[in-house]
């Protein structure tokens, strides 16, 4: 539950930050659109590449939680 809770404030947080700062917005935005040609670019592989990278952080991310404290 915690870890819920630290990840929402920390989305919610970066959320707000970006809503006030027009130009970081529109830098971020621009590297998405940066990545998003990239992998099109590259594609299919690129995406069978990002699918397998999202499996392990999550992978690694709940190992990681499941340890005992």
């Known amino acids: 539950m915690e870890f819920m809770l630290r990840a929402a404030s ?23 659109g940066g990545g998003v040609s990239a992998m099109d670019f590259y594609a299919p592989y690129s995406y069978i590449a ?8 999550l992978i690694v991310s709940f190992y990681r939680g499941a340890q005992a404290r």
Request: hydrophobic share 60%; charged share 10%.
């Open 50 to 57: 990002g699918g397998l990278l999202v499996f392990f952080v």
């Open 10 to 32: 920390m989305f919610g947080l970066g959320g707000i930050f970006l809503m006030i700062s027009p130009k970081l917005r529109d830098q971020a935005w621009g590297a998405l």
